[in-house]
Protein backbone atom coordinates (compact mmCIF):
# COMPACT_ATOMS: atom_id res chain seq x y z
CA UNK A 1 0.00 0.00 0.00
CA UNK A 2 1.44 3.32 -1.22
CA UNK A 3 1.61 5.71 1.90
CA UNK A 4 2.60 9.63 1.24
CA UNK A 5 3.51 11.49 4.74
CA UNK A 6 4.24 15.55 3.77
CA UNK A 7 5.81 17.93 6.00
CA UNK A 8 7.32 21.26 6.33
CA UNK A 9 4.40 23.65 6.15
CA UNK A 10 3.81 26.50 8.34
CA UNK A 11 3.44 30.57 8.59
CA UNK A 12 5.98 32.78 6.44
CA UNK A 13 6.22 36.34 5.60
CA UNK A 14 6.09 37.38 2.20
CA UNK A 15 9.30 37.01 0.35
CA UNK A 16 9.94 34.12 2.72
CA UNK A 17 10.83 30.28 1.85
CA UNK A 18 10.21 26.51 2.95
CA UNK A 19 10.46 23.50 1.58
CA UNK A 20 8.29 21.30 1.90
CA UNK A 21 8.82 16.77 2.49
CA UNK A 22 6.84 14.36 1.04
CA UNK A 23 7.89 11.16 2.24
CA UNK A 24 6.97 7.87 0.03
CA UNK A 25 6.71 4.30 1.34
CA UNK A 26 5.40 0.57 -0.11
CA UNK A 27 6.66 0.41 -3.21
CA UNK A 28 9.54 1.24 -5.28
CA UNK A 29 8.96 4.51 -7.24
CA UNK A 30 11.33 4.51 -10.25
CA UNK A 31 8.24 4.26 -12.38
CA UNK A 32 6.02 6.36 -10.44
CA UNK A 33 5.55 10.47 -11.30
CA UNK A 34 5.30 12.35 -7.94
CA UNK A 35 3.66 15.74 -7.94
CA UNK A 36 2.59 18.55 -5.59
CA UNK A 37 -1.14 20.26 -5.83
CA UNK A 38 -2.46 22.73 -3.61
CA UNK A 39 -6.00 23.56 -2.32
CA UNK A 40 -6.95 26.83 -1.01
CA UNK A 41 -10.06 27.08 0.88
CA UNK A 42 -13.24 27.71 -1.63
CA UNK A 43 -11.12 26.94 -4.91
CA UNK A 44 -10.50 23.82 -6.24
CA UNK A 45 -7.11 21.90 -5.89
CA UNK A 46 -4.68 22.65 -8.82
CA UNK A 47 -0.97 21.77 -10.41
CA UNK A 48 1.92 23.47 -8.79
CA UNK A 49 4.74 20.87 -10.06
CA UNK A 50 5.33 17.33 -10.98
CA UNK A 51 8.66 15.28 -11.47
CA UNK A 52 10.20 11.97 -12.78
CA UNK A 53 11.00 9.94 -10.53
CA UNK A 54 13.61 8.12 -11.95
CA UNK A 55 15.03 10.21 -14.67
CA UNK A 56 14.22 14.07 -12.83
CA UNK A 57 11.79 15.38 -15.38
CA UNK A 58 10.15 18.31 -13.75
CA UNK A 59 7.17 20.01 -14.75
CA UNK A 60 5.54 23.59 -13.76
CA UNK A 61 2.92 25.47 -13.23
CA UNK A 62 3.20 29.07 -14.37
CA UNK A 63 2.97 30.95 -11.25
CA UNK A 64 5.53 29.37 -9.64
CA UNK A 65 8.38 29.00 -12.60
CA UNK A 66 11.41 30.16 -11.37
CA UNK A 67 10.46 30.09 -7.73
CA UNK A 68 9.23 26.69 -6.91
CA UNK A 69 11.69 23.67 -7.32
CA UNK A 70 10.71 20.27 -6.77
CA UNK A 71 13.43 17.09 -6.43
CA UNK A 72 14.10 13.80 -5.10
CA UNK A 73 15.86 11.85 -2.88
CA UNK A 74 15.82 8.06 -3.90
CA UNK A 75 18.00 7.19 -0.68
CA UNK A 76 15.31 8.48 1.49
CA UNK A 77 12.57 8.01 -0.68
CA UNK A 78 11.13 11.78 -0.17
CA UNK A 79 10.20 14.11 -2.82
CA UNK A 80 10.52 18.02 -1.98
CA UNK A 81 9.26 21.47 -2.85
CA UNK A 82 11.56 24.15 -2.04
CA UNK A 83 9.75 27.07 -2.13
CA UNK A 84 10.99 30.89 -2.53
CA UNK A 85 9.97 34.31 -2.70
CA UNK A 86 6.55 33.43 -1.40
CA UNK A 87 3.10 35.41 -1.99
CA UNK A 88 -0.03 35.45 0.20
CA UNK A 89 -1.22 33.98 -3.07
CA UNK A 90 0.45 30.97 -2.17
CA UNK A 91 -1.43 30.38 0.74
CA UNK A 92 -2.75 27.18 0.90
CA UNK A 93 -2.77 23.27 1.94
CA UNK A 94 -0.38 21.31 -0.08
CA UNK A 95 -0.57 17.83 -0.90
CA UNK A 96 1.88 15.32 -2.66
CA UNK A 97 0.71 12.91 -5.23
CA UNK A 98 1.67 9.74 -6.87
CA UNK A 99 0.87 8.55 -10.39
CA UNK A 100 2.07 5.27 -10.68
CA UNK A 101 2.20 5.18 -14.62
CA UNK A 102 4.68 7.53 -15.41
CA UNK A 103 4.52 5.89 -19.10
CA UNK A 104 0.97 8.30 -19.97
CA UNK A 105 3.65 11.08 -19.47
CA UNK A 106 4.73 14.32 -16.63
CA UNK A 107 1.38 15.77 -16.22
CA UNK A 108 -0.89 18.17 -14.15
CA UNK A 109 -4.01 15.79 -14.80
CA UNK A 110 -5.24 15.61 -11.46
CA UNK A 111 -6.83 12.39 -12.17
CA UNK A 112 -4.04 10.76 -13.51
CA UNK A 113 -3.03 10.65 -9.42
CA UNK A 114 -3.95 7.62 -7.65
CA UNK A 115 -2.34 8.04 -4.24
CA UNK A 116 -2.52 11.48 -2.25
CA UNK A 117 -0.65 12.31 1.15
CA UNK A 118 -2.83 14.35 3.89
CA UNK A 119 -1.49 17.75 3.35
CA UNK A 120 0.46 20.53 4.93
CA UNK A 121 -0.78 23.65 5.54
CA UNK A 122 1.21 26.84 4.14
CA UNK A 123 0.38 30.36 5.16
CA UNK A 124 2.41 33.51 3.89
CA UNK A 125 1.44 36.72 5.36
CA UNK A 126 1.54 40.03 3.66
Known amino acids: QVQLVESGGGLVQAGGSLRLSCTAS????????MAWFRQAPGKEREFVAA????????YYRDSVKGRFTISRDSAKNTVYLQMNNLKPEDTASYYC???????????????????WGQGTQVTVSS
Open 97 to 115: AADPKAWRGLGSDISKYDY
Open 51 to 58: IYWSRGNT
Open 26 to 33: GRTFSSYN
